[in-house]
């Protein structure tokens, strides 16, 4: 399933008035033969440059490349702005076929298509099973080597897919191919709560085989991966794997057309390093999402002012920032601007990590798990959340209050008893004095050097950044500013001590964070391990009576507080803006796609 996305944050800026120069050029706009409108085009601004086909991938997991997947892949379901799931049956159908043991039948829908015209069909959500199921892997999580610069897999032998999935591992027996290839069975060992959201197409089947096996073929690449599969034959299994963790990464426009197929609405087109990626409607997409609006380009700048002046030089249509409140004003003042504002469903929190040799690893102090956890709990005492919220949130929302709850977002249900019972109290309020006792009882030496990693170039990180240095010294920690324009690729390369981002939620699974919390998990960045955490998810995932599910999730926060492992902070104010005259039916969601959701509702007026 897809699972917590961090949000986009990263990368080089470039100057506003360098925009139009650097536009791709557009058509006047003339009306088509119906559907998509000849000629229309939009521009929309985003923070972090697309960097990876495969977002399913712990490198590739980023919103920045969700979105532009988004608008070129179908799937069997989507969220619309209400958070209720929408099934997709102009792609396919899914069906539940018995409860004991749970039994789901995934089937394609007739003519659905790869854009280089290779039917999609069971080998690419068998591929799916096979990357985040966990079952053909060789390698434990804690034995992968992993380069220093891009933190991807280095396999010499073995099989190691780079993914997890909260449910797919559930799926122990290898699903059943039917109907001349058209659908996919998968028998679950347990039931799982969030079947629903459990599994889709993510990159293509013959294409990852044909790659890795050296196979020209589609159809013989397809069965060739099956085959695999099917004989647990390790060595081309290991090449599979190989190509589907790092194959598909990319910073500009590859040679190779088989590396960015469309299924979906748009075909990708175009793509400039650190600037623009050109999205163009997929003519062959017979689908219930066709795009209405030709080409869609997206601009890359982190920095939200310089998008708010794009936008009123009309060289930006659309975009959704992380908002300040000069961002606001700004946007606000601008004529014939659209602007909508509410809360995301991201939240900014502070990690600390485990296993680096860092100061909060316990190899630091010989092993000592106690006194690494009460050098955590200090650092999480003296960071002035409250702070935050007041110089940078509440400007934009007025009622906004500091998010206590890993699992639950404040006002969805449970929230209030969790927080209650969590252990989230004893970090209510900034409390030095408490922070520098623990350093005492710690019998550690102080200033304590701790390297803090955030996305350079974004204004309101930056802002954030400047309130955490101070307090954090006060309490004995020399914070390290270690801003980097490549964050999002350096998470997980123990290359930093602390970093503060946000997550952004794709669906509303009640097992989304497990990838994040559970040991080896796909966005569990920090090295923290916890049996029974671990557990507790186990049972979470087979559990479906909502009091239940509550509360596991109470115990699991109790562990996740005692144990220190970082704090969460607020959650995001969102702001979207649009130019009227260029784009109208705009409708952003709190999950991502945020923006983007609904794009084949847009429409430019005539």
Known sequence: M?????????????????????SPAADEDEDGDGGTAAGTSVTVGWNQPFYSYNDDTSNGNATANAIIKYMMTSSFNYYDADQELVPDESFGSYEKLSDDPLTVKYTFAEGVEWSDGTPVDAADLLLTWAAQGGQLNTIDDGDVERDPDTNVPELGSGVYFDSSSAGLNLVTETPEIGDDGKSLTLVYDEPFADWEVAIDVGVPAHVTAAQALDIEDPQEAKDAFIAAVNDRDEEALSKIAAFWNSGYDYGSLPDDESLYLSNGAYLMTDFVENQYITLKANEDYAGDRAANIETVTVRWNEDPLAQVQALENGELDLFGPQATTDVLQAVEAIDGVEVESGVEGTYEHVDLVFDNGGPFDPKTYGGDEETAKQVRQAFMHAIPRQEVIDKLITPLQEDAEVR?????????????????????????????????????DAGVDTPIDVRMMFAEGNVRRENEFAIYQPALKEAGFNLIDRRNVDWGSKLGDGTYDAVFFGWQSTSTAVTESQPTYGTGGLNN??????????ALFDELKVTTDPDEQLRIQIEIEKILFEDAIGITVFQFPAVAAWNTSRITNVEPAPLSPTIFHGFWNWEVPS
């Open 2 to 22: 897809k699972i917590r996305k961090f949000t986009a944050a990263a990368t080089a800026t470039a100057l506003a008035l360098a925009l139009a120069a650097c």
């Open 404 to 440: 206590d709850s890993f699992l639950i977002t404040p006002g969805s249900p449970g929230y209030d008893e969790m927080v209650e019972q969590n252990g989230s109290s004893e970090y209510a309020e900034q409390d030095i004095d408490r922070a520098k006792q623990l350093l005492e």
């Open 525 to 534: 960045l920090i090295g923290y391990s916890n049996e029974e955490v671990d």
